[in-house]
């Protein structure tokens, strides 16, 4: 694939149910960082992986969110517990240690 | 901490004339900025960085922007609008630690385009 892919690009979902958002970054990018996009707002940095480990957690809002990125190359955020103010955009970027390359987001809408 | 302030969440411009987007940053080293643009229902795209090379700094689609210093701003520039430049555009600083180079992005401003 040419960039970056998310899936899926909506997901609605109930209050207190569990999700899964899936990144698929650049092929050879080592580096593939989460952020949140809520509505009317800038994206906001949640974390950052170098290869299969989290090397900077610090954005994550609290313990019901958790990410993984098992062999260095698809990542998964997964969201416990949903509340309705997890309701955003979930994007996603990869790079090789340079210009950050982002994928089109999830759209998560949590009722 | 870094930071940035967009002044301004909508902008609206003809088409042909100029456009100026603001963006003032927070800074306690010196930064590294970014300006992108994001299309409905696409993903972020680099529109230029200034990395403490040359102050006036060009990217993609005629848009240019200069860092300066005094004024802790980087505004965006283009001086002839076109239609398609119609979208949302993020200014971001960067936060280099623990390897990474996590983007702290300001609220965004929307530029709307009039025939």
């Known amino acids: 694939g040419a960039g970056v892919s998310q899936t899926p690009s909506n997901k609605v979902t109930e209050k207190g149910k569990y999700v899964e958002l899936r990144c698929d970054p650049i092929s050879g990018h080592t580096a593939l960082y989460w952020y949140r996009q809520s509505l009317g707002q800038g994206p906001e940095f949640l974390i950052y992986f170098q290869g299969t480990g989290a090397a900077d957690d610090s954005g994550l809002p609290n313990d019901r969110f958790f990410a993984v990125r098992p062999e260095g190359s698809v990542s998964t955020l997964k969201i416990q517990r949903t509340e309705r103010g997890d309701s955003a955009v979930y994007l996603c970027?990869?790079?090789?240690?340079?210009?950050?390359?982002f994928g089109p987001g999830t759209r998560l809408t949590v009722l | 901490a870094q930071s940035v302030t967009q002044l301004g969440s909508h902008v609206s411009v003809s088409e042909g004339a100029l456009v100026l987007l603001r963006c003032n940053y927070s800074?306690?080293?010196?930064?590294?900025l970014f300006w992108y643009v994001q299309y409905p229902n696409q993903g972020l795209q680099l529109l230029l960085k200034y990395t403490s090379a040359a102050t006036l700094v060009k990217g993609i689609n005629g848009f240019e922007a200069e860092f300066k210093k005094s004024e802790t701003s980087f505004h965006l520039t283009k001086p002839s609008a076109h239609m398609s430049d119609a979208a949302e555009y993020f200014c971001a600083v960067s936060i280099t630690g623990q390897g990474a180079q996590k983007l702290v992005f300001g609220q965004g401003t929307r530029l709307t385009i009039n025939p």
């Open positions: 800074s306690s080293v010196p930064p590294y």
């Open positions: 970027a990869s790079s090789r240690g340079g210009e950050q390359f």
